[in-house]
């Protein structure tokens, strides 16, 4: 599960900076998307990788940490998640914006040569 | 301790969120309600900032016993809780942003305030963020905190979009969202080796790490280390600052002037504290991460980043891409002395810290109004003056109908200042001689101070030769600023063609006045200003202190 989960993140890194340095705008910002899937990944994977171990304590039940996830990178990627949401929302406002003031949707607000 | 003052680190937290939040309510027509509820805010800031700073000094010695105060929100102890951490430089951090805040304010209210949707909102939160990065003591707050000033400043540097901020924007937002990826990687990172966010709690966890989890933590604070010194402007990282400082109109450019500082608090910050692990960890013989190879690159970063400043300096022909390249300079001179880590070079580099930037700030302002002076003649009461405003449709999104009137810039309301041109020659002179270091004012003490440190730590060390590349670049960098500004001056102010005198109201004058004003109150105080700095140097040579204090904080269950 390491090697597909460390994979994963691989993938979607490496896809995400190729996007991120195209010159499209749009390219940029699903560039960014990846790279965000990929951060979130691995803030999840920094909590080790535990199948069926929920961080619950159920009534009566004797509360044993090391039989349990850790709930704290749960609740960061969550937040992350949020926050990551909303830039990119803002940014797609940015790149319509941009797009209908410069006339072209080429970072730099001009055609390249 | 009375209860008032155990929640008064929350303050600069929550008021201007909650005055965010009711700013928000209060349509565009109600201009005067919404100036009102900011200004309170910031007022309220202001003196919860002072109130802060004064708790941590010697003057009260029975509330946070040593200059040190740790608030738990939410009632759980450290390091399961959150902690709000307050010591001398946290509250010294906390009033320069609300003194340039206040500045940013005043000024926005002659004109820029209107010209777009929400900056008094907005403002409010750039200030809550950068009040929260400077108060919080864990890590991921750091980071929360940051993506609130972040978020609030990419939506100032947009206000009264045109095509020129849209596009500067764009870069702004990637190259910052990119930043905060990296914040996030390390802060994850960090956690996943030591198994804690509190800040606190971190120095004693690494130092006992093993030497595998050493070497990731090592690359942790590596990748931190990369994300604040993308927002300090550190070379070869600082490549959006000069023309997004120069995009933003110019409050917003004024209070951007400390978001640059933010990353410079953070890596000090993290510096002091992460720096004593490796103490713990020399101890008991361990070491691994190597804190000079660190320093070391924080040093050459410094030089470079100086370099590119001067030579920004020298070719820049616009007067804000100038100021903007000033504050590159100003964060590489920052990052030579961290680098340096020699005790007595730390008291003089806050100094600088401080008078940097509020000169910068007051530049900002100026600059704007210097820009309306030397605009082609303005048409005939068209829109041509700068702002392309948004459509009027812009607002329809905001629930406003039609977008509220816009004054020409120089319309004839609000009281003018007379001899508007003697008053921006005076305030440009001060500003230059601010910024170069020049006598009599505080930009040359603070560098003076800097030199004879550098000097005297020349004697002798083993590092003889970086304390006099320091010595040398910082004069390279006062000399060339002086030589870019003086030209820059000469065609501004003796040139007589193509020049109209603007009318200047109080409301933006006033701010510039009072920031160069603080500068020179720093100059007359500067022998008991200097002692603080060097207290609060010392607090930050010795964070025994802060840790105990934060991991003695009890909660309230």
Known sequence: MEALFALAIGVLTGSGVWLLLRPRTFQVIVGLALLSYAVNLFIFGMGRLVVGRAPIVAPGMVADAAQMADPVPQALVLTAIVIGFATTALLLVVLLAARGLTGTDHVDGRESG | MSAWFAHLPVVPIVVPLAAAAVILFLTERARVLRVAVASVSIVVQLAAAVALLALTTEAFPDIWSQGVGAYAIGG??????????????????LVLNAVVTLAAFVNSLAYWDRVGPHFHALLQLLSMGVNGAFLTGDLFNL????????????????????????????????VNLTGSLLLLVGVSLIYGVTGTLNLADLPARAAALSIADRTLFDAAAAILAVAFLTKAGCWPLNFWLPGTYAAASAPVAAVFAVLTKVGIYALLRLGSLIGSADALAHLDGSALLRPDLFRGGLYYLGIATMGFGIVGTLAAQQLSRLVGYSVIVSSGLLLMVMGLDHPPLLAPALFYLVGSVLATGAFFMLTGMTERAWRSP???????????????????????????PVPEQDAEVGVAIPAAMAFMGLMFAFCVLLVTGSPPLSGFIAKFAILSAAIHAAQGAPWATAAWMLVFVTLAAGLAS????????????????????????????????????????????????????????????????????????????
């Open chain 2, 76 to 93: 759980w102890p450290a390091p399961f809780g959150i902690v709000l951490v307050i010591d001398r430089l946290t509250g010294l951090m």
């Open chain 2, 482 to 557: 002086l030589i870019a500004l003086t030209r820059i001056g000469m065609r501004l102010f003796w040139s007589v063609t193509g020049r109209n005198t603007p009318r200047l109201r109080v409301l933006e004058a006033g701010p510039v006045a009072m920031l160069v004003l603080m500068c020179i109150g720093l100059t007359v105080a500067a022998g008991p200003v200097m002692r603080f700095f060097e207290s609060t140097a010392a607090s930050l040579r010795s964070p025994q202190i802060y840790i105990e204090t934060v991991l003695a904080t009890e909660g309230s269950r």
């Open chain 2, 143 to 174: 980071f929360v905190f940051f993506e609130i000033l972040l978020a609030a400043s990419y939506g100032l540097l947009l206000h009264g979009s045109n095509t020129q901020r849209v596009r500067i924007g764009l870069h702004y937002i990637v």
């Open chain 2, 378 to 404: 303005p048409k005939p009461a068209s829109a041509a003056a700068e702002p392309a405003l948004l459509p009027a449709g812009g607002y329809v999104p905001y629930g406003v109908r039609r977008a509220p």
